[in-house]
């Protein structure tokens, strides 16, 4: 995917909205990092913090961030890529209320029921025990509920949009299964799935099953080494260092991989099943969030 990074007319809203750049991989005990994932399918899009531009024509599956940002409530409105303003937007406007020494990633992404929301996920950047990672799964697609299954018993259940659930395990490669809510007969898998020692995985299932156009991103925060791994308390940030790329240290990243489309398909075999089942496809209150 390609990166998205915003210059020019945006970084004058930045510099009045009082943004600073911070070095990769830091978090201030006093400011929030806040990342920004477009995933609404086939709708670029605008986004306006506090009534200013800050993200010019979003493009679907793009990550922006940190922006490194004052604790307190800001309002985030998004709009078609054609507005002039924040007057009219698709999404919102919601209030965000950020805590500092807080990463947090703001999705915009389908419900359930497959309508425009939003939902703010708080990362965990909790340093890992040594020689572990974290891995955690976010459902942000319009698509029904998995399992997720390890040595044929479930360790994630019922995991539905706009939620996610997350584990803590040691670095290396573990044998997973997916399978549709409800059910220990496994629709993928099982399937080796890679985990890195001090960095939060983070695996989104975007788009609609309906629309055939479901997608992943993984976002990853690095910096969690428990000493002496040599990574001093409350960093977070991008896993690889992407160096500066027009405004101050700001970088984006969507990486594909193995992990990833382990999730995707597993989303997708687990709503092939459901529907299966049940000719009738429930709407979710929590995709409403």
Known sequence: MRRTLIAGTAAGCIAALGLVATPANAISPTTADLYVLHAVPDTPVDVYVNGALTLDDFQPGDLAGPLDLPAGSYSVAIT??????????????IDLVLAAGTSYTAVAHLSAAGAPTATLFTNDIAKTAPGQGRLTVRHVAAAPSVDVLAGGAPVITALTNPNEAKLDLPAGTISAAVAATGTTTPVLGPTDVAVQEGVNTIVYAWGSLEDENLAVAVQTIGGLHTPPAGVPAGEAGLAADNGPVGLGTWSSSVLWGSTGLLILAAFAGAAVLARRAAPVRSRSADGDR
């Open 80 to 93: 078609a890529a054609t507005a002039t303003d924040a007057s009219a937007p698709v999404i919102g406007p």
